[in-house]
């Protein structure tokens, strides 16, 4: 059973930069696709960025080309770097395991809050 804890959370202004660490342990890191999800107050979660264990990423819209998911495989760890923050970002940030494998279980975090206000 894989379990993921977030780190990194905080209050940052308009404009600045936030990274973002999952740390992942109880199961096989290579065998997860790794997201990181957020969910804003009095909206529904929506995916943020994913990435396989080959290094394959997909962004939404709303973040392309202003963060960036990395994963390094060695750590069991994947980040995501934040930049030009914007007060829209404000949300609860939640790391995600999705198994590609049969048998494995599903794994969420329990959330980081990124703060974006000046």
């Known amino acids: 059973q894989v379990q993921v804890v977030e780190s990194g959370g905080g209050l940052v202004q308009p404009g600045g930069s936030l990274t973002l660490s999952c740390a992942a342990s109880?199961?096989?890191?290579?065998?997860?696709?790794m997201g990181w999800y957020r969910q804003a107050s009095g909206k529904q979660r929506e995916l943020v960025a994913r990435?396989?264990?080959?290094?394959?990423?997909n962004y939404a819209d709303s973040v392309k080309g202003r963060f960036t998911i990395s994963r390094d495989n060695a750590k069991n760890t994947v980040y995501l770097q934040m930049n030009s923050l914007k007060p829209e970002d404000t949300a609860v940030y939640y790391c995600?395991?999705?198994?590609?494998?049969?048998?494995?279980?599903?794994?969420w975090g329990q959330g980081t809050l990124v703060t974006v206000s000046s």
């Open positions: 995600n395991a999705d198994p590609t494998r049969r048998g494995f279980r599903e794994g």
């Open positions: 990435i396989t264990s080959g290094g394959s990423t």
């Open positions: 109880g199961s096989i890191f290579s065998f997860y696709i």
